[in-house]
């Protein structure tokens, strides 16, 4: 099972960056596809990116051209670099396999939007 700890969150004025960062462990990171969700108030969680082992991305059409998902297999890290933050953007940022995992849920980390 792999466990997850989110890191990088913050409070950040729309137009701003932020850069989100995911440990993992666990001997199958490397092979399994890794993927950033969120979750608004008041909203479900929602996919956000996601990157396969072998460096292919996907995103949501929300953060096309904003966010780019990467990771480290060496060092069992996924990052989440979020270019452009707006107002909508605001909530819990967690990482996970995709499909997601419901054990391996971490805390998330806090992401506020706004002026």
């Known amino acids: 099972q792999v466990r997850l700890v989110e890191s990088g969150g913050g409070l950040v004025q729309p137009g701003g960056s932020l850069r989100l960062s995911c440990a993992a462990s666990g001997r199958i990171f490397s092979i399994a596809t890794m993927a950033w969700y969120r979750q608004a108030p008041g909203k479900q969680r929602e996919w956000v990116a996601r990157?396969?082992?072998?460096?292919?991305?996907n995103y949501a059409d929300s953060v096309k051209g904003r966010f780019t998902i990467s990771r480290d297999n060496a060092k069992n890290t996924v990052a989440l670099q979020m270019n452009s933050l707006k107002p909508e953007d605001t909530g819990v940022y967690y990482c996970?396999?995709?499909?997601?995992?419901?054990?391996?849920w971490g805390q998330g980390t806090q992401v506020t939007v706004s002026s």
């Open positions: 990157i396969n082992r072998n460096g292919s991305t």
């Open positions: 996970n396999k995709y499909p997601a995992v419901a054990a391996s």
